[in-house]
């Protein structure tokens, strides 16, 4: 069987994707023990080490191999004889995208999706007026999140029915850890631009107690005009639209990565270029749905019942969608991107 090493633990590698086995002529032994023989390789220190020497966490119920040294990701090493480009080709991103839209209701689908909206609508119902909001607020999102990474996961492996949900057996690893990554990423996609507001705030002799909070909490961009003069606006937009840019292969790269660190310049530039084409439309379609979700929050203030129960649906329909996507682009593109280290399992 055909296992992609990497990729949160080991997952079943589907047929339609390219894959490359890679040779090793000599045997490799520990960094750490010189008498035994290594089995897995940092992608960032690029050190071999067994597995007494590597650090397992778990990402949403998932295995994750770090080096214990320099916390990069370690790869499972393997013997192989003969080297073999591609399996069967893969259909293209644009011949799967127009599915996209029908996927959370294929083979399925559409139960899993009535249910979800249902209950995490109730659950948010309960966090507006109970006592423990903020904790069942922060379980909703956590959870949400965690089925996101899932189904860029099963996505990415060629699976086409709706990733099931995510086991729930500990808070911090299933819920926070989730959370955070993504929290994580989008702050850091877009602290360019809030750096470049405050410190533009702070040339300008503004004070930025009270505009800080705005800013972070509302929006940079938007606080600008009011704040900065033209060229700060101008500078602020255009470090806003890059980060909106960068965000998508960004928590592409998290989610499959496992860590916060695939965030980095040198993984996410290339692999946009590498993809360009495909990943113009991504961009794209994240901006269309962006709008739609703003727009479907609107509806749920000025129509306080209607709008709700147009809200959660629609947010959770696009919710599956983005992350289907984003699936979609590494999943016809693996190769090319070369992020993991594709092998036969012994």
């Known amino acids: 069987m055909i296992y992609i090493h990497g990729v949160a633990g080991s997952i079943p590698a589907p047929p339609t994707i390219f894959f490359k086995k890679v040779s090793f002529v000599e045997q490799k032994t520990c ?16 050190g071999y080490f067994c597995d007494e020497c590597i650090k397992v966490s778990q990402i949403t119920g998932l295995d994750i191999q770090t080096c214990k040294g320099c916390g990069g990701k370690c790869d499972l090493l393997s013997k192989v004889e003969s080297v073999q480009s591609q399996v069967s080709p893969a259909a293209s991103f644009f011949d799967q995208l127009p599915s996209v839209f029908a996927y959370p209701f294929v083979r399925g689908g559409l139960s899993r999706f009535i249910i979800g909206v249902i209950f995490f609508s109730f659950l948010n119902f309960i966090a507006s007026f109970s006592i423990f909001g903020f904790a069942t607020a922060l379980f909703v999102a956590g959870y949400i999140i965690a089925w996101f990474i899932g189904i860029i996961h099963s996505t990415a492996n060629g699976e086409d029915d709706l990733a099931a949900w995510p086991e729930f057996r500990d808070f911090w690893s299933d819920i926070i850890h989730p959370y955070l990554l993504f929290m994580l ?17 702070y040339l300008a002799g503004v004070s930025s107690s009270i505009f800080s909070l705005f800013a972070v909490f509302i929006n940079p961009f938007a606080a600008a005009y009011a704040f ?3 060229y700060g606006i101008i500078l602020v ?8 840019i960068y965000f998508p292969m960004g928590i592409l790269a998290v989610a499959l990565y496992g860590t916060v660190g695939a965030l980095h310049p040198r993984v996410v530039v290339p692999s946009i270029f590498k993809a360009l084409g495909p990943y113009t439309i991504v961009c794209f379609l994240f901006m269309v749905i962006g709008m739609m979700n703003a727009l479907s ?6 129509l306080p019942v209607i709008g709700l129960l147009m809200t959660y649906p629609f947010t959770f329909y696009l919710i599956i969608v983005q992350a289907r996507i984003l699936g979609l682009i590494y999943r016809t593109h693996a190769e090319k991107l070369d992020w993991f280290q594709f092998t036969t399992a012994e």
């Open 297 to 302: 929050s609107f509806f749920g203030v000025i």
């Open 237 to 244: 937009a255009l470090l806003e639209i890059l980060g909106a």
């Open 228 to 230: 900065l003069p033209l």
């Open 185 to 201: 990423t989008a702050f850091l996609c877009r602290l360019p631009a809030l750096l470049s507001y405050f410190g533009l705030l």
């Open 31 to 46: 960094k750490n023990h010189d008498q035994v023989e290594a089995k897995w390789k940092c992608e960032i220190c690029q």
